[in-house]
């Protein structure tokens, strides 16, 4: 589950520990039924602020990363505190984007945790913000708590927010007409249309990171819950049926290879596709140069790419055959033109099925 900086830290007084403590009641009542919980957690750097006395959010990375420093030590002694009380330990797992973008350091992390859960051990997990620059930062704990959760093949992610699920309209614009969504088989171009901007001082997501974390977990079979963490005990809230937005997973299993693709975080370059290359690809069809219309971004042979159609809508994410250069001069043609292009002998699939992830139909 992931928990927000606004649930956590209130401004004016630091640490909501009553609502902690209810929290980890929650979590020792799952412990008990041999359910594995794993926290993905904000809020070393608003609570570091409030602990330096800051009076404003920070600006420069220098005063992010030094607020990250002071708040982290006092979060982990929190989790510590209070999961203590109720006879379990925590382990802390501070996280880069490198760490889950790069293969090998992907499948260290993942070891890693699944030895601590070996040991009974609740993983605590955060950014590296002390260490993290803009260029290697996930930015959101949403998609960071999305990329764990299928990273560990978990059944269901729960994010805990300061608004009580998805609406038509955003909740924060106090719209008459906003409509609760209590259940998304899909995330269609229609529901992320409905996302809204973050809500709260102290926040930095919003619900468009929150679809984009649920387009990473549910295409890889794990369910999604958004619900308000607002109130104490939010876990067995879940439990006695209180409103939530639940994000059906995808039936449709997928390897754990197509599994790292499809959490990468940060593609370095996009493919504009036209409508036959889309229904290609939701037939289970490789990518191919003739269906592109446009590319977008710098990138090389191996890197993750985003396949987007004409209305700039994501369907699809891959590793690319050839960097960019190449793939400018052989856009739009067919296999039987990719030698006087390129002078060589060249493949006509740009990414092959099996290095790439379809969201949705």
Request: charged share 20%; glycine share 8%.
């Amino acid at each position: 589950m992931k928990i927000g900086s606004a649930l956590l830290v209130k401004r004016e007084t630091g640490l909501r520990a009553g609502w902690l403590a209810s929290i980890a009641d929650d979590i020792a009542v799952l412990a008990r039924t041999g359910t594995e919980v794993l926290i993905v957690s904000s809020g070393a750097i608003a609570l570091g602020r409030i602990l330096l006395s800051s009076s404003s959010r920070p600006h420069k990375l220098e005063e992010s990363q030094a607020y990250a420093a002071v708040g982290q030590i006092e979060l982990a002694h929190a989790y510590a505190d209070h999961l203590g009380m109720q006879g379990l330990r925590t382990g802390q797992v501070l996280l880069t984007l490198t760490d889950t973008e790069e293969r090998q350091r992907y499948l260290n992390v993942r070891a890693t945790i699944n030895t601590l859960l070996k040991y009974g051990v609740i993983p605590v997990i955060n950014e590296n913000n002390t260490v993290a620059t803009n260029e290697i930062r996930y930015g959101d704990n949403d998609r960071l708590a999305a990329r764990v959760a299928t990273m560990m093949g978990a059944d269901l992610l729960v994010l805990l927010s300061d608004v009580d699920g998805l609406y038509t309209v955003s909740p924060y614009q106090q719209d008459s007409h906003a409509e609760f969504v209590s259940l998304i088989e899909a995330i269609t171009p229609e529901i992320e249309a409905m996302a809204g901007a973050a809500g709260s001082e102290l926040s930095c997501g919003g619900m468009k990171t929150k679809l984009e974390a649920g387009k990473i977990a549910t295409s890889a079979g794990t369910a999604m819950v958004i619900t308000s963490g607002k109130r104490f005990y939010p876990l067995k809230a879940i439990d006695e049926g209180k409103r939530v937005s639940f994000f059906c997973a995808n039936n449709r299993p997928i390897n754990a290879w197509k599994i790292w693709i499809s959490g990468q975080l940060v593609p370095v370059g996009r493919l504009v596709i036209d409508e036959g290359a889309a229904a290609a690809l939701f037939a289970g069809k490789s990518l191919l140069a003739a269906g592109i219309i446009s590319v977008e971004g710098q990138f090389d042979k191996g890197d993750t790419v985003a396949v987007i159609t004409r209305e700039r809508y994501e369907i699809a994410r891959g590793l690319v055959n050839y960097n960019v250069t190449a793939m400018r001069k052989i856009a739009g043609y067919r296999r039987d033109a990719l030698f006087a292009l390129l002078g060589y002998d060249a493949r006509s699939t740009v990414i092959h099925r099996n290095n790439m992830v379809v969201w949705s139909d």
